[in-house]
C-alpha cells in the first residue's frame, strides 16, 4: 500500500510537472511566432525611407496601418482624418503592439487621445519609434514629453554627410550588422539630441560625435520601449542605400517586444524577398484575371487555384516567422515555380479573352473599310448615278 501511494506521489509530481513546462513553454512558443501589428503616424518627405513602411509591404510578420498625417493643415482638418484613421478608443489603441511617428505634427491631440497614448507607452507594453523633426514642432504637450527618452533637439537640422559609430557595450541588437557594413553606410540628415538620465545611446553620428539613437522605457507598470532618431528616417534608412535597414528595423521591434532576434540574417533577406516576389507575381496574376473576366473569360478555375496558393504560402509564412527559413525557402522555391505556372495560364485566358475583341474589331473596320470603298467606287470612279447633263447658258431676256 505504501508503494502505490509512492507511485501515485511520483506520477502526480511528474504531471504537474509536465504541465508546469506546458504552460511555461507555450506562451513563449507563441511569442515567438505570433504576427505584429502597428501603425505609422506622418507624411511627406522621407516617407519613401521609412523601413517600417516596406516591412508593412514585405514581411509576413508584420502588419502596419498608416496613417497619413500632413503637417501643414489646420486642426480642425487633422481632427477629421482622426476619424477616419486612428483609433477611436484605447482598446483600440492597444490593439496595436508599436507606433511608429514620421515626424507628425500631433499638436490637434484632445487630452483623452494624450493620455490614451501614455497609457499605451506606460501600462500597455506599446513600442514607438520616433523620427521626429523637433520637440517644438512635433510634441508640446507635456504628458508626452515625459515619455520620448531626450530633453530637447535642435529644430534646424543639419543637411550634410554621416556615418554612424554603433557602441560596442550594448545588447546585440545592431552590432551584428557590423560586418555587413552597417557603419559604412552613410545618411544626409541629423539633428542634436540631449539624452534623458537613464536613457541608452545605441550609436553616434560620426565625425560630428552627437548621438544618433537614444531609447528607454518610461515608468509605468509595463512600459514600452520608446526609440528617438536623431531625424526622421532620412536615407540611411533606405534598402537602396542600406541592404541592411530592414532587417535593423525588425531588429529593434523584436528587441522591443523582448523577442527573440534575428538568427540568420542572410536567410530572412532571402525569405523575405521570395515572399515580396510571390506577392507581385500573384497580384500580376490577379490583375490579370480581372481585366480578363471583364471581357467574359471564365476565371474560376483559377481563382481558385489563387487561393489555395495562399493558403499554402501561409504554412511558409509561419516558418518564417518562426525563423525556420530553410523549409520556409524550400517551399517558396516551390511556391514560386506554380505562381509562374499560374501567370502563364492567366496569360493565356487573358489572349484568349482579348482573341474575340481583336476578332471583332478587326471585322469592324475591315467591313467598314469595305463599305466605303464600294461606295466611293460606285459614286465617283463608275459614276453609274450621274447623268450628263446640257450647258445651260444664257439667253436673252427679250
Same mark, same amino acid.
Given at each position: 500500500?505504501?508503494?502505490?501511494?509512492? $507511485?501515485?506521489?511520483?506520477?502526480?509530481?511528474?504531471?504537474?510537472? #509536465?504541465?508546469?513546462?506546458?504552460?511555461?513553454?507555450?506562451?513563449?512558443?507563441?511569442?515567438?511566432?505570433?504576427?505584429?501589428?502597428?501603425?505609422?503616424?506622418?507624411?511627406?518627405?522621407?516617407?519613401?525611407?521609412?523601413?517600417?513602411?516596406?516591412?508593412?509591404?514585405?514581411?509576413?510578420?508584420?502588419?502596419?496601418?498608416?496613417?497619413?498625417?500632413? @503637417?501643414?493643415?489646420?486642426?480642425?482638418?487633422?481632427?477629421?482624418?482622426?476619424?477616419?484613421?486612428?483609433?477611436?478608443?484605447?482598446? !483600440?489603441?492597444?490593439?496595436?503592439?508599436?507606433?511608429?511617428?514620421?515626424?507628425?505634427?500631433?499638436?490637434?491631440?484632445?487630452?483623452?487621445?494624450?493620455?490614451?497614448?501614455?497609457? %499605451?507607452?506606460?501600462?500597455?507594453?506599446?513600442?514607438?519609434?520616433?523620427?521626429?523633426?523637433?520637440?517644438g514642432i512635433g510634441w508640446e504637450d507635456p504628458v508626452l514629453l515625459e515619455v520620448i527618452p531626450i530633453h530637447e533637439r535642435s529644430? +534646424?537640422?543639419? $543637411?550634410?554627410?554621416?556615418?554612424?559609430?554603433?557602441?560596442? &557595450?550594448?545588447?546585440?541588437?545592431?552590432?551584428?550588422?557590423?560586418?555587413?557594413?552597417?557603419?559604412?553606410?552613410?545618411?544626409?540628415?541629423?539633428?542634436?539630441?540631449?539624452?534623458?538620465?537613464?536613457?541608452?545611446? *545605441?550609436? /553616434?553620428?560620426?565625425?560630428?560625435?552627437?548621438?544618433?539613437?537614444v531609447s528607454w522605457k518610461p515608468g509605468g507598470g509595463d512600459p514600452g520601449m520608446i526609440w528617438n532618431v536623431a531625424h526622421r528616417?532620412?536615407?540611411?534608412?533606405?534598402?537602396? &542605400? &542600406?541592404? $541592411?535597414?530592414?532587417?535593423?528595423?525588425?531588429?529593434?521591434?523584436?528587441?522591443?517586444?523582448?523577442?527573440?532576434?534575428?538568427? /540568420?540574417?542572410?536567410?530572412?533577406?532571402?525569405?523575405?524577398?521570395?515572399?515580396?516576389?510571390?506577392?507581385?507575381?500573384?497580384?500580376?496574376?490577379?490583375?490579370?484575371?480581372? *481585366?480578363?473576366?471583364?471581357?467574359?473569360?471564365?476565371? =474560376?478555375?483559377?481563382?481558385?487555384?489563387?487561393?489555395?496558393? !495562399?493558403? !499554402?504560402? !501561409?504554412?511558409? =509564412?509561419?516558418?518564417?516567422?518562426?525563423?525556420? $527559413?530553410?523549409?520556409?525557402?524550400?517551399?517558396?522555391? +516551390?511556391? #514560386?515555380?506554380?505562381?509562374?505556372? @499560374?501567370?502563364t495560364e492567366a496569360v493565356r485566358l487573358k489572349d484568349q479573352a482579348l482573341l474575340w475583341v481583336y476578332l471583332v474589331e478587326w471585322? %469592324?473596320?475591315?467591313?467598314?473599310?469595305?463599305?466605303?470603298?464600294?461606295?466611293?467606287?460606285?459614286?465617283?470612279?463608275?459614276?453609274?448615278?450621274?447623268?450628263?447633263?446640257?450647258?445651260?447658258?444664257?439667253? /436673252?431676256?427679250?
Amino acid at each position: 500500500m505504501e508503494n502505490r501511494s509512492r $507511485y501515485h506521489r511520483r506520477l502526480d509530481l511528474v504531471i504537474c510537472t #509536465f504541465f508546469t513546462i506546458w504552460v511555461v513553454a507555450c506562451p513563449l512558443a507563441s511569442a515567438a511566432s505570433e504576427r505584429l501589428s502597428g501603425m505609422i503616424i506622418g507624411y511627406g518627405s522621407g516617407m519613401l525611407n521609412n523601413p517600417f513602411r516596406i516591412l508593412a509591404l514585405d514581411d509576413p510578420q508584420l502588419v502596419f496601418d498608416t496613417y497619413p498625417l500632413p @503637417s501643414d493643415i489646420p486642426h480642425e482638418d487633422k481632427r477629421k482624418l482622426d476619424r477616419v484613421y486612428y483609433p477611436r478608443t484605447r482598446g !483600440e489603441l492597444l490593439d496595436y503592439d508599436l507606433m511608429v511617428f514620421h515626424g507628425p505634427r500631433i499638436q490637434h491631440f484632445v487630452p483623452r487621445q494624450v493620455q490614451d497614448l501614455d497609457h %499605451a507607452f506606460r501600462e500597455g507594453g506599446m513600442a514607438a519609434f520616433c523620427g521626429l523633426t523637433g520637440l517644438g514642432i512635433g510634441w508640446e504637450d507635456p504628458v508626452l514629453l515625459e515619455v520620448i527618452p531626450i530633453h530637447e533637439r535642435s529644430v +534646424s537640422p543639419y $543637411y550634410r554627410s554621416y556615418r554612424v559609430r554603433f557602441r560596442a &557595450n550594448r545588447d546585440p541588437v545592431f552590432t551584428p550588422f557590423l560586418e555587413y557594413g552597417a557603419e559604412r553606410v552613410f545618411g544626409e540628415v541629423y539633428t542634436e539630441m540631449y539624452p534623458k538620465q537613464g536613457s541608452v545611446v *545605441w550609436g /553616434d553620428v560620426v565625425p560630428y560625435d552627437l548621438p544618433w539613437l537614444v531609447s528607454w522605457k518610461p515608468g509605468g507598470g509595463d512600459p514600452g520601449m520608446i526609440w528617438n532618431v536623431a531625424h526622421r528616417f532620412d536615407s540611411w534608412w533606405d534598402e537602396s &542605400n &542600406n541592404l $541592411y535597414a530592414l532587417d535593423v528595423a525588425t531588429n529593434m521591434v523584436f528587441y522591443s517586444l523582448e523577442m527573440e532576434l534575428i538568427g /540568420d540574417i542572410p536567410a530572412r533577406r532571402e525569405a523575405r524577398s521570395m515572399f515580396r516576389n510571390v506577392r507581385v507575381q500573384m497580384s500580376l496574376i490577379v490583375s490579370m484575371l480581372n *481585366w480578363a473576366e471583364s471581357f467574359g473569360a471564365n476565371t =474560376a478555375q483559377l481563382s481558385a487555384r489563387l487561393a489555395d496558393l !495562399e493558403r !499554402e504560402a !501561409e504554412k511558409a =509564412a509561419d516558418d518564417y516567422i518562426a525563423q525556420d $527559413y530553410e523549409p520556409a525557402i524550400a517551399f517558396l522555391e +516551390s511556391l #514560386f515555380e506554380e505562381v509562374k505556372r @499560374s501567370t502563364t495560364e492567366a496569360v493565356r485566358l487573358k489572349d484568349q479573352a482579348l482573341l474575340w475583341v481583336y476578332l471583332v474589331e478587326w471585322l %469592324a473596320v475591315s467591313g467598314t473599310g469595305a463599305v466605303c470603298g464600294f461606295v466611293l467606287w460606285t459614286v465617283m470612279v463608275r459614276r453609274r448615278t450621274y447623268r450628263e447633263v446640257e450647258t445651260t447658258r444664257l439667253t /436673252d431676256l427679250r
